[in-house]
């Protein structure tokens, strides 16, 4: 599953696009502002609760669509 998201650069507030799945993995995402070199990247810990997040997300979607049927 790859969902595109972005959150703002802390740094410059420039939209820092990035892919779920990827930042999972362990990949970094650039500000897409080419004069800011920040990134972002999840640490193992992080890595625990994003993917513990998408598992409770994706709990809440089945149950949503299950009742909408
Ligand atoms: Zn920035």
Known sequence: ????SKL????CGAPIYF???LLLTGQSFSCSNSHCDVSIALTATDK???SDAFSKFEQIRNTASSQAG
Do not use: A, F
């Open 1 to 4: 599953m790859s969902i595109k």
């Open 8 to 11: 703002d650069c802390p740094e």
């Open 19 to 21: 892919e779920s799945n």
């Open 48 to 50: 625990e609760v994003v």
